[in-house]
Each structure stands twice: as C-alpha cells, then as structure tokens.
C-alpha cells in the first residue's frame, strides 16, 4: 500500500489528508467522511482499518480531516452543517478527478454518515455507491443537547472538555431535515448499525433504510457505536468489503 498526503483548498482553507492505494492500479476510490469529533483514522482506527482491507482488494481511499478537525485549518468552533457540505463537496470533486472522471464510492460514519447522506443527492453524479456506517440522523439532536447542558459563555462558546464549540453549529442544523430528498439517491447504498448503539439508536439507521429504494441494512449484534471490539470491526469490514465488490 502506499499512502500520499494531500492538501486541498475548500473555501479558502486547508483540509489535509491522506490518499492510499494499493501497489498497482486501483479498482475505485472511496472517500471517507468522519463523525462529530473524528478525524481521518476515525475512533480506534476505524478507517485505517478499513482502507487496509479496500486497499488489500485493489480500492484506493481518500480521507480528510473536516476544517476544524484534526490536522486541517480552522478551530473546531467555527465549523457549522454548511462548512461541511462545502467541504463533502470538495473533497468528492478531487476524488472523481483522482479516478479519472469515473464515479467514486463515498463512505460516510455518523455524522459523517449523515453529511455524505445530504451531499450524495446533489452529487449523484458523481457516485456510485453509498456506504453509511451508523449514520447519525439524530446528529441535530446531539449538538443541541451539548448547549442544554453546558453554559454558554459570551462569545457562544460551550467547553467541550479542552475546545470550544459554538452555537453557531447549533443553530446550522436547527430546522434542517436530514432526511429529506433522500429517496432521490437510486444507486445501491449500504447502511450498518449497531445493536447496542446508544449515541445513534438503531432506529435513526433503520428511517435511512425505508427511504432509500435500493439499500441493504446490516444490523452488528452488541456492537455500539463505533464497533469497538475485533468480532464487530471482523463483520464490519467483510460487509463493505463484500459491497463495494458487487457489481
């Protein structure tokens, strides 16, 4: 495998991430979106995992750090539902242009489930397949129970244990259906849950699963949320893997 750093400008700041591909040629790339707090590697190396196992099976991955999150620019406070989807965007249009203007296969997991969600039905053009991975529709509910529950000082800050989030983010997803349109996105999609997933309840995946007309939903028994021991990553990577093969 060979793993290249990239840079890539969205809305005139730096994301940084990394592009790996197996040693010879690669069959698509999948673009990897992160979760609330997340970063490129994802929580326990999620996606590092999972990029050995598509790289081992002659897929390339792309993954970069939302603004604000881990190595790109920006602080965590200043990112918002819309500096997201800008960034999705972004992120997507290198991807297809890496692939050689061929449709690309996006990966999203919890709020990064919900965000590759919205940004697949303006750009189904450029996708092939959709993979979430406990995709968080219930993301609105969890940033708003942050504010409820912490003071907010005068600058609309929240401490969030060592960084600061602000309402800004708050008032971003207020109002904002995830969930709408989402019937539109016809190509195959892959939604996996958690049984025991107590940050996005089974239920929030199962509302994705009876919108997409042409879905397949894999229920993990006793996982929760980011599939956290061996026999659940085991499963977790065999049923992507067996996605993204079919043809």
Do not use: W
């Not at 989807?85 to 050689?100: P, R, V």
Request: hydrophobic share 35%; charged share 25%; aromatic share 12%.
């Amino acid at each position: 495998m060979k793993v290249e750093l990239r840079e890539l400008i969205s809305n005139r700041y730096i994301l940084r991430g990394l592009f790996s591909k197996p040693d010879i040629d690669f069959q698509n790339i999948v673009v990897m979106l992160h979760g609330f707090t997340g970063h490129k590697n994802e929580n326990g190396y999620l996606f590092k995992q999972l990029t050995k196992t598509l790289t081992d099976i002659q897929f390339s991955t792309l993954r970069y750090d939302f603004m604000g999150s881990g190595e790109s620019d920006g602080n965590f406070e200043d990112f918002t539902l819309f500096s997201l989807l800008e960034d999705a965007k972004n992120i997507i249009k290198e991807a297809y242009l890496l692939n050689h203007q061929k449709k690309i296969i996006l990966l999203g997991f919890s709020m990064g489930g919900a965000i590759a969600s919205r940004i697949a039905i303006e750009m189904k053009d450029y996708i092939e397949k959709l993979i979430l991975l406990s995709p968080a529709g219930n993301i609105a509910k969890i940033i708003h129970s942050r504010f409820e529950s912490n003071p907010i000082d005068e600058n609309g800050n929240i401490d969030m244990g060592g960084y600061y989030m602000n309402k800004k983010l708050d008032q971003s997803f207020s109002g904002y259906d995830l969930y709408k349109d989402i019937e539109t996105f016809e190509r195959p999609v892959l939604i996996t849950q958690g049984s025991a997933d107590r940050s996005v309840p089974p239920m929030y995946s199962k509302k994705y699963d009876e919108l997409y007309p042409n879905s397949k939903y894999v229920l993990i028994e006793g996982s929760e949320h980011c599939y956290t021991k061996v026999p659940y990553r085991k499963i977790l990577n065999d049923t992507v893997k067996e996605f993204v093969m079919k043809k």
